[in-house]
């Protein structure tokens, strides 16, 4: 029983591991929330309306910038998962780095591959409401809940591993 | 299927005769016909009537061009013609659909007119009927019906037709113009006309046959026909259409009445007669094509055909009644002649082809109708056909599986013609117009021939005939490598949906709605099995000529989806509707059962919302929540040096001056100017003023507003201060020494001045903006112009333009944008400003005033259009399809605001938009689809309208039903819209490459799946036939074309039109069409506005079709240009260029002279026409052929090799050598 330093990566990340779950569900609420829409065709003749969804709709978009003072939900992420992957290389924990690497791949492409050169937006709001653009970003959103809750319970298991057995 | 069967013997026939196999692909394309000669001396003789006959040719045309052929060409031909049939059918079928939507937007009379008029072409057409269940009830109903009055019928009908022919020689060309003029031009084209129809009754006979065998195709064919024929008919709906086909009877003569009556499915049979009537009524009336004309205004192509209903409609309400009839009769008679080969159905198809006149009967009428039927044909025109129709009947019963050969039969008969003949007229109907009446009599005297030898061959026909049955035109394999002239000598007209007549007749134009299939594949695995591409194309804001606006207190709607009612709906009772996208029930409003037109009470069903497929609404005040927003006007002008230097300024202010009053809008239109250098510039105009007031804003970092009012004044109480403000602007800056360009801060200061009503801002920019918010730097590399590989930069390099463009959206502004520039100016960012504000885009690359006059009088011809077209603001527009339907991805100008709703703060006609669609739940437990957008906007007059089109389609179960429905064109656009899209998310050679597979996967799924034809050869679906060439086209786009070199700017501006271009612009630009101009012949024109068209044929893009000795006119949608060959007539240089001879012409030519010539005269109407109703105004480039202009003409012949590209051959090889990987 000792408190090494992989047993203290893992404690952290189970903690940081909340947050990016809380993200993820945020990601999904967002996306549902474009997805709704009114049905009633008053409504959308109504250019008070138009003009409250167009602002939802850049919120919701902004609030998933890459780079902001205010509330940036995608570069936190981003750069709690890449703490973990830092981490895990420092402990030397190699199969739980190599767990991660495909996702740090990932939010890497997502990152550098924006709709404008120098766009601070990961996502388009004239495209994100295409049902194929969206219900791409939703299907994101759910599996990294799945992939950050079953990440949340191995962290959980090699904690108590680590602990253990050293 | 029949299919099947069928097939087999047309790859006989095809292998037997690969020429003529590919004759008649090309005819079928552009009716080569069953050997080139035949195209030529027809082309020549009846110049339109070449192609079309050229396609019966393999059918008909044997007969008709070799009138008298032997036997054995009889048979092949036959074999070619059912095929033909069918597939002309299909083509009429579409053609009338095309048609019927038309005259369903116009006005009823109009309507009628042209339903009439298209009858006639679609007599041919009718054979589409063959599609579905309604086929085969007509084909009862014609057999019951037609037997007396077919006779009759047909004699009438021959009368008619000749009448008709004469009076479509006059008139013709307006309409269908070649198809029609062919007919009209002479009894040839009656019997052409005629046989059309008869074609139709064969598919019906086959259906009849079929019913025995495979009902379901003939009964379709019957169903298009009577579809068309209730199209005609319009006026008289499906109720009305008995009605009608009495009248027609009547008119006609009683018989034929009688025996429809009889029929009971009446409604088809009426249909058909209605058709057939309707056909002929065209043809009569000269007049009506006349009217035809004027509606084929709207539509170019559809136009044509429409112009002659016009003239029509008065004429045809009155001839349809009699002349359709006749036509009806002729029409009947092939459908007769169909049913007569089974030996049962020859009895009813004889009644019914009585009855029926011309249809069916035939084979029935021929033993009857010899004796009195036929000397009526001959003596009308119709008179051989009749007779063989009578041998028919023998063989029919000889080749046993007496279905196929009676349709056979039939079809041969000079029915099949007909038939043969809508569907080409489709495809070709310019060629039909040329040499129609020495044709049309000729080819009736060889059917008659024919005939005969037809009776004997009919035995072998009906085994074909099955097969033809089987296998829709539009199914027909082409073997692409061997088809050397695949390209229609006329333009390309939309497929028709394969519904029955009533749904046919009201279905929305395809000028304004069109689907990549018309056969919608019934689940998501078929579709991904067809590896074709599914979507809608939309021209939603068209400017339509005839237009139902309904007033009326409460819209109704669907209560769960909210569809408006439309025509596809069903009344369960008088009481209750079923919304066709939901299936919901909901119940009819009291103030619906009342009908303002013909103020009766307790009919909905003939509401103008449910007889017509678009319609517009004047909404209520449930409509809006604000008041409708007057129409505001805002410039947004660059004076800088540069601009200065251009000199646009100078235009700009003339042409608004020139039409400052035909701005639309009411007395509350309001208008404001705002300049720009490396400061803004805002013009107080405040009514009271003596003169106008500069204000100058130098803080471009913090852009404020001067005044808060009088910046954007009443146009009608400030109009002398905004003369003199646009007298004064041309002059103001002439010695201006600023370069820099404040663009982003300007369109700030644009956005903040609009905000409160929203409206529209017009940009004009020279150069590069260099301050400010928004500056750009140049991102091209000239050296990577023609670089094969990488093309970078092709999205924006910042969101600026983007979110103020979102800005904008929410506050009902739009912004379009003119780019004259001589240098880069990063069209890629710039445009974002217009394509997400709905706005519209402008590009004059290397613009001077005085240095390129041609681009100045484009500037001014595109400007008039602009300010004076129409405008919708603070619209929304919503597409609704289906349940089991799911839209995913759209293309346009315009932010998407949900799932289905597109928020469009302009909308203007001119604008086009595309949507992806996808199968998410099995279509099994259905048979129809809908599609319905509706458009709500506020027009420059305050009023809130809708504007609602619906389109319904036919779900198909069956891959080769898929194939069969494919809209090439439609589906070329949308594959160009995504790759665009493609082009911008990842790389040009990624779009290049999913262009190229897209091809390759089609025809691939298509040969493993349908044809069972060896993978050696590279076969195609007749109506994917264009698709490789299409594609080759696209890949020497502008837009995706690599290794030649292209500005960044020319192709980021080339793709922004391939989003928001509506189709029939679209096209011309990605295949230019090419004409010989320096022989232009009357024959075949057509008549608009007291001015005589010619229709010259279209040549295939390639040097080959150039010869020194001619000149051609190449129309590329924004170009024209005239080539003019180095040995060229000097009489045509003369009158037409007014230059003595070739050397003399200068290098710089972009006007033609008027003179006093015929042939300058035509040449000049000819493009006159041509120009008619671009949103984009042509610059006309006469090219020399030594010239070095001419490398930018060459570049055009698309189906020739370049440096960089493969000619189409190559093509097509490649593709070969891709599907066998």
């Known amino acids: ?145 799945a992939f950050y809750l079953l990440s949340f319970f191995y962290y959980l298991y090699c904690m108590i591993y680590t602990l253990v057995s050293s | 299927m029949s299919a099947p069967a069928g097939s087999p013997p047309r790859a006989a026939g095809a292998r037997s005769q690969p020429k003529l196999g590919g004759a008649a692909a090309s005819g079928a394309a552009a009716g080569p016909g069953p050997a080139p000669p035949p195209q030529n001396g027809p082309a020549q003789n009846q110049m339109p009537v070449p192609s079309a006959y050229e396609l019966y040719s393999q059918s008909y045309s044997i007969p008709s061009g070799h009138h008298f052929q032997g036997p054995g060409k009889m048979t092949s031909l036959p074999l070619d013609g059912q095929c033909g049939d069918y597939y002309s059918g299909f083509y009429t079928a579409s053609t009338q659909n095309a048609v019927t939507p038309k005259t369903t937007h116009q006005p009823p009379g109009a309507e009628q007119v042209y339903g009439r008029l298209l009858p006639a ?16 009830p007509a084909s009862h109903l014609y057999v019951s019906a037609s037997q007396p009055s077919s006779s009759f019928v047909n004699h009438y009908s021959g009368p008619a037709m000749y009448s008709a022919s004469s009076s479509a020689v006059s008139q013709g060309f307006p309409s269908t113009c070649g198809h029609y003029a062919v007919s009209t031009v002479s009894n040839a084209v009656y019997p052409s006309v005629s046989y059309p129809s008869l074609p139709a009754g064969e598919p019906y006979g086959q259906q009849m046959f079929t019913s025995q065998n495979a009902s379901t ?75 035809a004309d004027s509606l084929s205004c709207p539509v170019t192509q559809n136009v044509q055909p429409p ?198 007749k009201l279905n929305c134009s395809p000028d304004s709605f069109r689907c990549t299939l018309t056969n919608i594949p019934q689940t998501q695995a078929l579709l991904t099995k067809a590896k074709l591409p599914l979507g809608l194309l939309l021209h939603p804001f068209r400017d339509l000529t005839q237009l139902p606006v309904i007033t009326s207190n409460t819209i109704v709607r669907c209560r769960s989806c909210r569809t408006y009612i439309n025509p596809f709906v069903s009344f369960i009772d008088q009481r209750r509707w079923k919304c066709n996208l939901c299936y919901r029930v909901n119940d009819v409003p009291e103030e619906f059962m009342y009908n303002p037109l013909t103020r009766s009470y307790g009919e909905p069903h003939k509401r103008p919302e449910v007889q017509n497929s678009t319609v517009e609404f004047i909404a209520s005040s449930d409509y809006m929540l604000r008041p409708p927003q007057p129409a505001v006007y805002l410039f947004v002008l660059d004076v800088s040096h540069n601009a200065v230097e251009a000199g646009y300024l100078t235009i700009l202010c003339q042409s608004l001056l020139e039409n400052l009053d035909k701005l639309p809008g009411d007395s509350r239109t309001r208008i404001g100017f705002v300049t720009f250098d490396s400061t803004i510039h805002f013009y107080n105009l405040q009514d009271g003023l003596s003169q106008p007031q500069m204000l100058i804003v130098s803080d471009i970092d913090d852009v404020f507003l001067p005044t808060p009012d009088s910046l954007l004044v009443n146009l009608h109480e400030s109009k002398e201060l905004i003369k003199d403000l646009l007298n004064a602007l041309p002059n103001m800056f002439t010695n201006t020494r600023e370069t820099h360009s404040a663009l982003g801060p300007a369109l700030q200061a644009a956005f903040k001045l609009m905000s409160p009503t929203g409206g529209r801002v017009s940009v004009f920019q020279t150069q590069l903006p260099s301050l400010g918010a928004g500056l750009l730097q140049s991102r091209e590399d000239p050296n990577q112009r023609s670089s094969t590989k990488v093309v970078q930069h092709l999205g924006p390099a910042t969101d600026f333009y983007k979110k103020l463009a979102l800005d904008c959206s929410g506050q009902q502004t739009a912004v379009d944008l003119f780019l004259l520039s001589s240098q880069y100016s990063d069209l890629s960012s710039l445009a974002c400003m217009s394509k997400y504000s709905a706005g519209c885009i402008y590009y004059y690359p290397s613009f001077h005033s005085t240095h390129n006059p041609s681009q100045a009088e484009k500037l001014q011809n595109e400007l008039k259009r602009y300010l004076t077209r129409k405008i919708g603001f603070e619209a929304v527009m919503r597409i609704r399809c289906t349940k089991g339907l799911s839209m995913h991805t759209f293309h346009g100008n315009f932010f998407v605001r949900s799932t289905d709703l597109l928020s469009l703060a302009n909308i203007n006609p001119d604008a086009g938009f595309a949507v992806q669609l996808s199968i998410e739940e099995s279509l099994a437990d259905t048979s129809l689809v809908c599609f319905q957008t509706a458009l709500l906007y506020t027009s420059s007059k305050g009023e809130r309208r809708i504007r609602v ?88 786009q502008k837009a995706f074309r690599t290794g030649t070199s292209t500005r960044l700017d020319d192709r980021v501006y080339a793709m922004c039109q391939i989003k928001c271009q509506p189709l029939v612009h679209l096209m011309k630009m990605i295949h230019p069409n090419l004409y010989r101009i320096d022989r232009l012949m009357d024959e075949g024109a057509i008549h608009v506005n007291d001015r005589v068209v010619p229709q010259p044929p279209i040549q295939k893009l390639s040097a080959e079709k150039l010869t020194r000795e001619g000149a051609f006119l190449m129309d590329c949608g924004c170009v024209f240009y005239i080539w003019v060959g180095k040995s060229c007539d000097n009489t045509f240089i003369e009158d037409v260029l007014g230059y003595p001879n070739f050397a003399s012409i200068p290098q710089k030519m972009t006007h033609l002279p008027e003179l006093d010539t015929l042939s300058s005269e035509r040449t000049i109407s000819f493009i006159t026409w041509l120009r008619d109703s671009r949103p984009l105004s042509p610059v006309l480039y006469v090219v020399k052929d030594e010239s070095p202009a001419k490398t930018e003409f060459f570049q055009h012949l698309i189906e020739d090799r370049t440096e960089a590209a493969f000619s189409y051959y190559e093509f097509l090889l490649h593709i070969q050598q891709q599907i066998c990987k």
């Open chain 1, 1 to 145: 029983m000792a408190f090494t330093f992989a047993a203290f990566c893992y404690m952290l990340s189970l903690v940081l591991c909340a947050a990016l779950i809380f993200f993820a569900i945020w990601h999904i609420i967002a996306f549902d929330e474009l997805r709704t829409d009114f049905k009633s065709p008053i409504d959308q003749g109504n250019p008070g309306h138009a003009r409250e969804r167009l602002r939802n709709i850049e919120r919701i978009c902004f609030l998933l910038r890459k780079v902001s003072a205010r509330a940036a939900l995608v570069l936190p992420e981003y750069s709690i998962h890449s703490l973990f992957c830092i981490m895990f290389l420092c402990a030397q924990e190699w199969l739980t780095l190599g767990l991660n690497v495909p996702l740090l791949f990932y939010h890497f492409w997502r990152y550098f591959h924006c709709p404008a050169d120098s766009s601070e937006l990961a996502y388009d709001p004239p495209a994100v409401m295409n049902a194929d653009t969206l219900s791409y970003c939703q299907k994101e959103a759910w599996c990294k809940l």
């Open chain 2, 121 to 136: 072409p679609h007599s041919a057409g009718s054979t589409p009927e063959c599609f579905q269940g309604a086929a085969s």
């Open chain 2, 217 to 291: 195709v003939r009964p379709v064919r019957d169903n298009s026909f009577s579809s068309q024929n209730t199209a005609l008919s319009r006026p008289s709906p499906l109720p009305p259409p008995p009605p009608q086909q009495y009248h027609q009877q009547h008119s006609l003569s009683g018989y034929s009445i009688p025996s429809w009556s009889a029929s009971g499915p009446p409604s088809a049979q009426d249909n058909l007669i209605r058709n057939h009537a309707g056909s002929l009524p065209p043809a009569n009336n000269n007049p009506t094509n006349t009217v």
């Open chain 2, 307 to 504: 112009k002659s209903s016009p003239v029509v409609s008065t004429a045809v309400s009155a001839a349809s009644s009699a002349r359709l009839p006749p036509t009806a009769n002729h029409l009947v008679e092939p459908v007769a002649s169909v049913t007569q080969p089974s030996e049962l159905l020859q009895q009813k198809g004889i009644d019914s082809s009585s009855t029926t006149s011309s249809a069916s009967p035939l084979p029935n009428s021929y033993d009857a109708l010899e004796g009195g039927g036929y000397p009526d044909m001959l003596s009308s025109s119709a008179s051989s056909p009749a007779p063989d129709p009578a041998p028919e009947p023998d063989p029919s019963p000889a080749p046993v599986p007496t279905a196929p050969q009676p349709s056979k039969v039939a079809k041969p008969f000079g029915y099949g013609y007909p038939t043969l003949q809508p569907g080409y007229q489709n495809a070709a109907a310019p060629l039909h117009s040329g040499g129609q009446p020495s044709p049309g009599y000729s080819g009736f005297q060889q059917y008659a021939q024919q005939y005969p030898g037809m009776n004997q061959l009919s035995s072998s026909l009906g085994g074909l005939s099955l097969q033809s049955a089987a296998q829709p035109e539009s199914l027909r394999p082409v073997n692409l490598t061997q088809e050397r002239n695949i390209l229609p000598v006329t333009p390309v007209l939309a497929p028709v949906p394969n519904l029955n007549l009533e749904l046919k």
């Open chain 2, 949 to 1036: 089109h619906t389109l319904c389609l036919p779900v198909v179960s069956s891959l080769a039903d898929v194939y069969a429905g494919v809209d090439v064109q439609a589906a070329i656009c949308l594959l160009a819209n995504m790759a665009v899209d493609r082009s911008i998310s990842t790389s040009l050679s990624d779009a290049r490459d999913a262009l190229v597979n897209a091809v390759v996967d089609s025809l691939s799924a298509y040969s493993s799946t349908v044809s069972n034809i060896q993978h050696s050869v590279l076969i195609a679906p007749s109506s994917l036939k264009l698709f490789p060439l299409y594609v080759l086209a696209l890949l020497k």
